[in-house]
Nanobody, 122 residues
Framework: QVQLVESGGGSVQAGGSLNLSCSMS???????MGWFRQIPGKEREGVAS???????NYATSVKGRFIISQDNAKNMLYLQMNMLKPEDTALYYC?????????????????WGQGTQVTVSS
């Protein structure tokens, strides 16, 4: 099993920055981790993902503004979010699983955290 715990969410004004963290524990091997977000009434959306080898994949809406990174030694995943917009407001989830390539499809992940809220005001 894998346990994921997100932190770092909060409220920020448009144009500001936030840095999300995800701590992973457990004894199951995973090769990809990702960040997803969801607002009420909408499907979960892939934001960014990264493989153990460091390959990354970003949603078009966040390219150039968000940076995903990991510290494999510490089992940590990060999402640096810059130039935040009101439309980035959502509950952000960390996810992990085995993959061939970093995926932004939620069905590719079986392990999920509880989420951390990000609110961006205009």
């Amino acid at each position: 099993q894998v346990q994921l715990v997100e932190s770092g969410g909060g409220s920020v004004q448009a144009g500001g920055s936030l840095n999300l963290s995800c701590s992973m524990s457990g004894d199951t091997y995973v090769s990809c981790m990702g960040w997803f977000r969801q607002i009420p009434g909408k499907e979960r959306e892939g934001v960014a993902s990264i493989s153990n080898s460091g390959r990354t994949n970003y949603a078009t809406s966040v390219k150039g503004r968000f940076i995903i990174s990991q510290d494999n030694a510490k089992n940590m995943l990060y999402l640096q979010m810059n130039m935040l917009k009101p439309e980035d407001t959502a509950l952000y989830y960390c996810a992990a699983d085995i993959c061939r390539a970093p995926s932004l499809i939620s069905y590719d992940y079986n392990y999920w955290g509880q989420g951390t809220q990000v609110t961006v005001s205009s």
